[in-house]
């Protein structure tokens, strides 16, 4: 049986997203485990948004929404959230984002029952029209060892729990910032899967600037985050495309 006196914390950074953000939002004041925080951090200077994204906390306390003072980016957002949080576990969505119905039941009994501090689940798909495009199944433990070849993690699938989170800081880069740091936790924890489609995943920027600045951002993770020599940091550059590639194939065959 579950303690619904146990907090869990939302944390959403907030960054042009309205023609998503309502069905983002709704997926999680719709719960079936209602004990929640939603930590919105707002991080547009143009403030046309704000209005609409106040909307939703006069018509749920829950909500609670934070102003940046300048855009800071989705990594600093998040780690604000995560300062600003009072949950016994942390959790992330981004704004276009989805969550099943029972996403938090589920993993919060999966983690409270094996006693794991960090997990994470199998994730959808879906394009700017909410259609399924795949399905990404994980692996039931994921170490530092083979989480270093291919990140199989979905941001908005993690759960964590708050004895963690001094750990938890998102680093200041354009991509790769999730990876970075289950890289981080994983060299101290295991990271376990639970086996359900909990999420959904909007996958809509796949222009080729965006691919290369991916590219650019994982030599980045491996010479600078891991300190790897540039020979071992391209070799593992090269293996986390090729696996990349690999998975797309898979998420498209699994749908």
Not at 113 to 119: F, G, M, P, T
């Amino acid at each position: 049986m579950l303690n619904n006196k146990i907090l869990i914390s939302v944390i959403i950074p907030y960054f042009k997203k309205k023609k998503f953000i309502f069905k983002t939002i709704k997926s999680v004041l719709n719960q079936s485990y209602k004990n929640l925080e939603v930590i919105i951090i707002y991080d547009d200077m143009d403030l046309s948004d704000l209005k609409f994204i106040k909307s939703f906390s006069k018509k749920d306390k829950r909500i609670k929404i934070y102003q940046n003072k300048k855009n800071l980016g989705a990594s600093k957002s998040r780690n604000i959230g995560v300062k600003k949080s009072k949950g016994d576990y942390i959790t992330f969505i981004d704004s276009d984002d989805l969550w099943k119905k029972n996403k938090l039941k589920e993993q919060l009994n999966f983690m409270r029952k094996n006693k794991y501090l960090i997990s994470h689940s199998n994730y959808e798909i879906i394009d700017k029209n909410d259609q399924v495009k795949g399905l990404m199944k994980i692996k039931k433990k994921l170490g530092y060892d083979n989480l270093l070849y291919s990140c199989d993690i979905g941001l908005s699938t993690v759960m964590i729990h708050k004895t963690l989170k001094k750990m938890i800081k998102f680093p200041n880069i354009k991509t790769k910032e999730d990876f970075i740091l289950w890289l981080k936790l994983s060299k101290k924890y295991h990271i376990f899967g639970i086996q359900k489609n909990l999420s959904s995943w909007r996958k809509i920027n796949s222009s080729l600037s965006y691919t290369f600045q991916k590219i650019k951002d994982s030599f980045e993770l491996y010479s600078k985050y891991e300190k790897f020599n540039i020979i071992k940091s391209l070799f593992f550059v090269l293996i986390l495309s090729m696996n990349f590639f690999k998975k797309n194939l898979l998420q498209k065959f699994n749908q």
